[in-house]
Antibody, heavy 115, light 107 residues
Framework: EVQLVESGGGLVQPGRSLRLSCAAS????????MHWVRQAPGKGLEWVSG????????VYADSVKGRFTISRDNAKTSLYLQVNSLRPEDTAFYYC????????WGQGTLVTVSS | SYELTQPPSVSVSPGQTARITCSGD??????TYWYQQKPGQAPVLVIY???ERPSGIPQRFSGSNSGTTVTLTISGVQAEDEADYYC??????????FGGGTKLTVL
């Protein structure tokens, strides 16, 4: 069974940092690109970043470019998102999702940016 | 920046057909994907590559495309289909984009 489990969210002050993690299981992790998608409370889905199977291709949404860094560890079957210089508008559930089709999603981890 | 346009809401009675559209200039050249999201839950893929249905998704869900508009059709809508639906595609540079979402209400 494919499972994606996010962690690392929490309440953080503006300007601070967090590292989000996504633990993957039930499939051959290194065969798939992975992505992060976020959703502000009561709002729509927003794609954040994607990384190819071998980390050779990395892309970001303009809204997070220069502040967020995506990475992966295929040996640990894990995906990461380093989020720096957080702003109130970054408050959202952050989901990791698999492949080009986004065919499996985790349950998300909530990041709240507030003073 | 590239945008995908969806109607904010669609309402149908049980047993009727619901059609949710998604418009974007790059859609003729890029695949579209559709996701269903119920309150408090993660999104679920219901259509991929414009018209393909993942295993486990009921046959009443189908996708079609015509020019710059793609359509998610739910035939014989059931109460359990009430949810938010999002289209997703990429622009010509490969950046992923979601539509604003459509709330499907089953009357």
């Amino acid at each position: 069974e494919v499972q994606l489990v996010e962690s690392g969210g929490g309440l953080v002050q503006p300007g601070r940092s967090l590292r989000l993690s996504c633990a993957a299981s039930g499939f051959t992790f290194h065969d798939y690109a992975m992505h992060w998608v976020r959703q502000a409370p009561g709002k729509g889905l927003e794609w954040v970043s994607g990384i190819s199977w071998n980390s050779g291709t990395i892309v970001y949404a303009d809204s997070v470019k220069g502040r967020f860094t995506i990475s992966r560890d295929n040996a640990k079957t894990s995906l990461y998102l380093q989020v720096n210089s957080l702003r109130p508008e970054d408050t959202a559930f952050y989901y990791c999702t698999r492949g080009g089709s986004f065919d499996y999603w985790g349950q998300g981890t909530l990041v709240t940016v507030s003073s | 920046s590239y945008e995908l346009t969806q109607p904010p809401s669609v309402s149908v009675s049980p047993g009727q057909t619901a059609r949710i559209t998604c418009s974007g200039d790059a859609l003729p050249k890029q695949y579209t994907y559709w996701y269903q999201q119920k309150p408090g839950q993660a999104p679920v893929l219901v259509i991929y590559k414009n018209t393909e249905r993942p295993s486990g998704i009921p046959q009443r869900f189908s996708g079609s495309n015509s020019g710059t508009t793609v359509t998610l059709t739910i035939s014989g809508v059931q109460a359990e289909d009430e949810a938010d639906y999002y289209c997703q595609s990429t622009d010509n540079s490969g950046t992923v984009v979601f539509g604003g979402g459509t709330k499907l209400t089953v009357l």
